[in-house]
């Protein structure tokens, strides 16, 4: 990678960053916000990679978004449920009046959105409402993490293929180093940032490590997942919104799996 590229790489990941961070930090507002955000471009992207985008199509793609959108925002408005309700039972009469296209595909594409954008938001507008904004921004953190490690790890010592139909260049020694990056900043979070990101007395450190984890765990299983749609499709990256690294879905890939999963784990903990 030549400089100029690099450099492109670096401050658009900067921004992506810091427009996250900015969110999470606003409270969970914020969050709803950073959510909407997501969930509006992730849907457009994910059309966008199945079809090209026409005026015909405009508005499926509207009722999508919103069904998604309201998903995003039930935590905090509980009567947007009602409203995503009302989207999808507008969402299967549209498609009634479309000649064009498979519409038992053209349903099921929009049904896969609200799974696999829609509802990971609203776990995350959930988690910030329910317990805290800045375990947002520590999930976020975990990812960042994980990813770093696994790739400066799986660079110099990566043999083993992790997943090589679908992923070649992911190796276990990745996977190892992305986790065990993630045990050892789980440690300073616990000693250092547990007030700080919201979990307070209901932190241990037990608790951090597991979260540590299964961000790793199920963040490896999520960049997979979406990479398993692009190779079924035959594309490189999801789009281009963002210079260098490609599109929304290829930055936030990890995170539409880790969030129900680290839902579960909360959830798990706290009947315990």
Same mark, same amino acid.
């Given at each position: 990678?030549?400089?100029?590229?690099?450099?492109?790489?670096?401050?658009?990941?900067?921004?992506?960053?810091? *427009? /996250?961070?900015?969110?999470?930090?606003?409270?969970?507002?914020?969050?709803?916000?950073?959510?909407?955000?997501?969930?509006?471009?992730?849907?457009?992207?994910? #059309?966008?990679?199945?079809?090209?985008? #026409?005026?015909?199509?405009?508005?499926?793609?509207?009722?999508? *978004?919103?069904?998604?959108?309201?998903?995003?925002?039930?935590?905090?408005? =509980?009567? @947007?449920?009602?409203?995503?309700?009302?989207?999808?039972?507008?969402?299967?009469?549209?498609?009634?009046?479309?000649?064009?296209?498979?519409?038992?595909?053209?349903? @099921?594409?929009?049904?896969?959105?609200?799974?696999?954008?829609?509802?990971?938001?609203?776990?995350?507008?959930?988690?910030?409402?329910? /317990?805290? =904004?800045?375990?947002?921004?520590?999930?976020?953190?975990?990812?960042?993490?994980?990813?770093?490690? %696994?790739?400066?790890?799986?660079?110099?010592?990566?043999?083993?293929?992790?997943?090589?139909?679908?992923?070649?260049?992911?190796?276990?020694?990745?996977?190892?180093?992305?986790?065990?990056?993630?045990?050892?900043?789980?440690?300073?979070?616990?000693?250092?940032?547990?007030?700080?990101?919201?979990?307070?007395?209901?932190?241990?450190?037990?608790?951090?490590?597991?979260? %540590?984890?299964?961000?790793?765990?199920?963040?490896?299983?999520?960049?997979?997942?979406?990479?398993?749609?692009?190779?079924?499709?035959?594309?490189?990256?999801?789009?281009?919104?963002?210079?260098?690294?490609?599109?929304?879905?290829?930055? *936030?890939?990890?995170?539409?799996?880790?969030?129900?999963?680290?839902?579960?784990?909360?959830?798990?903990?706290?009947?315990?």
């Amino acid at each position: 990678m030549d400089f100029h590229k690099l450099l492109i790489r670096s401050v658009s990941g900067v921004v992506y960053c810091a *427009i /996250i961070i900015c969110c999470i930090l606003c409270g969970y507002w914020g969050v709803f916000a950073l959510g909407v955000l997501l969930s509006t471009l992730a849907c457009i992207e994910m #059309s966008k990679m199945f079809h090209e985008l #026409s005026r015909e199509e405009l508005p499926v793609l509207i009722i999508d *978004i919103t069904g998604c959108i309201c998903l995003a925002i039930a935590p905090i408005m =509980p009567e @947007a449920m009602l409203m995503w309700v009302a989207a999808m039972v507008v969402r299967l009469i549209e498609q009634l009046y479309i000649v064009e296209g498979n519409p038992v595909k053209e349903m @099921a594409l929009s049904a896969f959105k609200q799974l696999y954008i829609g509802l990971p938001m609203l776990l995350m507008t959930a988690i910030a409402y329910l /317990i805290h =904004p800045m375990l947002i921004l520590a999930i976020f953190i975990f990812i960042w993490i994980n990813d770093t490690g %696994a790739f400066l790890v799986g660079s110099m010592l990566g043999k083993h293929r992790l997943f090589e139909r679908i992923s070649p260049k992911k190796s276990w020694e990745g996977f190892f180093g992305g986790l065990i990056f993630n045990l050892g900043f789980s440690v300073l979070f616990y000693y250092c940032f547990n007030d700080f990101f919201g979990l307070g007395g209901f932190g241990t450190l037990g608790i951090w490590l597991g979260l %540590a984890a299964t961000v790793s765990v199920f963040g490896t299983w999520g960049d997979l997942v979406e990479s398993l749609m692009k190779r079924s499709l035959h594309i490189k990256d999801s789009g281009n919104l963002i210079p260098g690294h490609g599109g929304i879905l290829d930055r *936030i890939d990890s995170l539409l799996l880790v969030l129900p999963a680290v839902t579960l784990y909360l959830a798990i903990i706290i009947c315990l």
